[in-house]
């Protein structure tokens, strides 16, 4: 199975960066390639995953059913796509006492997906960059 890993830091504190990057409806913000998010039905158990759809930028017919799976003590999302089967797992890591913060993600994408590795990628170093400063612009607003 093909993988790879990216990180950024971000000049935002963790807790930040969380509120981004843990909520579905904010991806089109600032996950490349997400056009809109449609949220699936609030699970009772708060620690339980949450299904959701995301339709990719430019194919509004196209829905692609996802599940987020939230860990908060841990600082870690994990998000896999229940049609590629692609997963990615998001991980926060409190830098320069909490003032900052290493974002970090490990995608797997299955051998029958293995031609997107580098369009993969591609979205995903966007998709941090966008991530670190839609937090520092959130972060240093208030």
């Known amino acids: 199975m093909p993988s790879f890993y990216d990180s950024i830091t971000a000049a935002a504190p963790p807790e930040d960066v969380w509120k981004i990057l843990y909520d579905p409806a904010r991806f089109p913000e600032w996950w490349a390639g997400v056009e809109t998010v449609e949220p699936g039905a609030e ?5 339980a995953a ?8 430019g194919q509004p017919d196209f829905p692609m059913p996802q599940r987020l799976q939230a860990v908060r003590e841990d600082r870690r999302v994990v998000i ?3 049609i590629t089967d692609l997963l990615f797992v ?14 970090s993600v490990h995608v797997d994408i299955p051998a029958n ?7 993969e990628r591609e979205v995903i170093t966007a998709s ?15």
Do not use: K
């Open 128 to 142: 941090l960059n966008r991530l670190a400063t839609l937090a520092f612009d959130t972060s240093h607003s208030s």
């Open 50 to 57: 949450i299904g959701y759809t995301m339709y990719p930028a």
């Open 113 to 119: 997906e293995a031609h997107y590795v580098d369009s």
């Open 43 to 47: 699970p009772a158990d708060p620690d």
């Open 80 to 82: 896999s796509c229940l």
């Open 90 to 103: 998001w991980q926060l890591e409190p830098l320069e006492g909490g003032t900052a913060t290493r974002i």
